[in-house]
């Protein structure tokens, strides 16, 4: 008798197993992404690179959804996976709507937008620098985007470069002279420096200074803004 009834416990046992075995998914690990790149897609809101994360959140959280529908009995996650397709429509269309609106907002009355490709010589002619363009803007009041390049102080400044970008192709080495403007704090204004991009206002001159080289002077054209404004 009590052998019927240990075979019955071990029966009992191994049928409970094979239900807590069948009844077991696992949670999906697209989805998971997903909702984690709907999470980051608060970066959208500050570069419009970071837009590829929502959309790379959406694709993973769609190929998550269809995956769960077809091997239901095997996947878990359809309420993790829908929220991060959620999140990520929800952010991306907020975040560019917020860079669209900054964009045609941030030029102040009486600056025209430039950039740095208005101040590169012409391809046709590469030894013309300055080039004409950039003449044309000598005593202009003009508006640019562009970051600090290093320097030994941080706070306080009264001066600084300002270059095309911040890769390593730049900061390692010496930029050309075209992709840096020398900025000029003004009224006792000091900037402080910052890794993210600047948007500076201001009056845009063109300088040329005496550099002493071996054998003489050389004459160094160098791109100068009296900031008016630096954000």
């Given at each position: 008798m009590r052998t019927d009834?240990?075979?019955?416990?071990?029966?009992?046992?191994?049928?409970?197993?094979?239900?807590?075995?069948?009844?077991?998914?696992?949670?999906?690990?697209?989805?998971v992404a997903s909702l984690g790149l709907g999470l980051l897609s608060l970066l959208a809101f500050f570069n419009?690179?970071?837009?590829?994360?929502?959309?790379?959140?959406?694709?993973?959280?769609?190929?998550?959804?269809?995956q769960i529908k077809i091997r239901r009995h095997e996947l878990t996650g359809l309420p993790i996976a829908s929220i991060g397709v959620i999140l990520s429509m929800t952010l991306?269309?907020?975040?560019?709507?917020?860079?669209?609106?900054?964009y045609y907002?941030?030029?102040?009355?009486?600056?025209?937008?430039?950039?740095y490709d208005d101040l590169r010589p012409p391809e046709d002619n590469p030894?013309?620098?300055?080039?004409?363009?950039?003449?044309?803007?000598?005593?202009?009041k003009v508006f640019i985007k562009g970051y600090m390049f290093p320097s030994d102080r941080t706070v306080g400044l009264k001066e600084f470069t300002l270059c095309r970008d911040n890769k390593d192709c730049c900061f390692g080495g010496q930029p050309k002279p075209y992709d840096m403007i020398h900025v000029k704090m003004k009224n006792g204004d000091r900037a402080t420096f910052s890794k993210w991009q600047r948007k500076v206002d201001g009056v845009f001159r063109i300088k040329y200074e005496e550099r002493k080289v071996p054998g003489g002077v050389q004459i160094q054209t160098v791109y100068e803004l009296e900031v008016d404004l630096l954000r």
């Open positions: 009834l240990n075979e019955m416990h071990d029966i009992g046992s191994a049928i409970s197993d094979q239900e807590r075995y069948q009844t077991y998914k696992a949670v999906s690990v697209l989805a419009w690179i970071f837009g590829a994360i929502p959309l790379v959140g959406i694709l993973m959280g769609v190929v998550a959804i269809r991306l269309a907020a975040g560019w709507g917020w860079l669209t609106y900054d907002t941030e030029v102040r009355e009486g600056y025209q937008r430039i950039t030894g013309e620098f300055p080039p004409a363009r950039a003449k044309a803007l000598d005593g202009q």
